[in-house]
T-cell receptor
């Protein structure tokens, strides 16, 4: 029944490795997001896709590459991991509110804690 | 620049006491405002939101928040705190980029509840 699910929940890896985080939502939402929460709990948007199309791409190193095979899935691939990539990564989704031009509030997954050693 | 400030990093209250968490924002137009709660190891759950209309909004778990345009504030309140309310609380403002949710979050306020 989980609305937005991410895997894995924990990811420990060494510098230089390549890793992926997967996200799936069963809410039927058109828009999905990746947010990064650093060690000080700051949350910042990284990417957003709407119907498989990239619509928000913040200043993120190009080692990070999102991929959306369909509107229910948004994966995050990270190449050449660095110590500074250690954080909690949250996937989220939302849906346009008809007639308003805006989206519903974000529904978040439970996060993936990435630790780079 | 658009920003959200939560002045209190950490607040401790006794169970049954009232609570107010502060949030101030900087935004050039009418903001869309949210409060989210994050329990340890969990994702963020929406408590309440303000889009327009009545400036006092009710949320889940007995929380409410009041939008005060003159003070650029959206403070969260609860009349009687329960031990299960201990968590991290995030205020967010929604400048929508092309109609999508590009939220700006505050740094969070960690709430501890004493029995």
């Amino acid at each position: 029944d989980t609305a937005v699910s991410q895997t894995p929940k924990y990811l420990v890896t060494q510098m230089g490795n390549d890793k992926s985080i997967k996200c799936e939502q069963n809410l039927g939402h058109d828009t999905m997001y990746w947010y990064k929460q650093d060690s000080k709990k700051f949350l910042k948007i990284m990417f957003s896709y709407n119907n498989k199309e990239l619509i928000i791409n913040e200043t993120v190193p190009n080692r990070f590459s999102p991929k959306s095979p369909d509107k229910a899935h948004l994966n995050l691939h990270i190449n050449s991991l660095e110590l500074g990539d250690s954080a909690v990564y949250f996937c989220a989704s939302s849906q346009p509110l008809p007639g308003t031009g805006y989206n519903s509030p974000l529904h978040f997954g439970n996060g993936t804690r990435l630790t780079v050693t | 620049a658009q920003s959200v400030t939560q002045p209190d990093i950490h607040i401790t209250v006794s169970e049954g006491a009232s609570l107010e968490l502060r949030c101030n924002y900087s935004y050039g137009a009418t903001p869309y405002l949210f409060w989210y709660v994050q329990s340890p190891g969990q994702g963020l759950q929406l408590l309440l939101k303000y889009f327009s209309g009545d400036t006092l909004v009710q949320g889940i778990k007995g929380f409410e928040a009041e939008f005060k345009r003159s003070q650029s504030s959206f403070n969260l309140r609860k009349p009687s705190v329960h031990w299960s309310d201990a968590a991290e609380y995030f205020c967010a403002v929604g400048p929508f980029s092309g109609g999508y949710n590009k939220l700006i979050f505050g740094a969070g306020t960690r709430l501890a509840v004493h029995p």
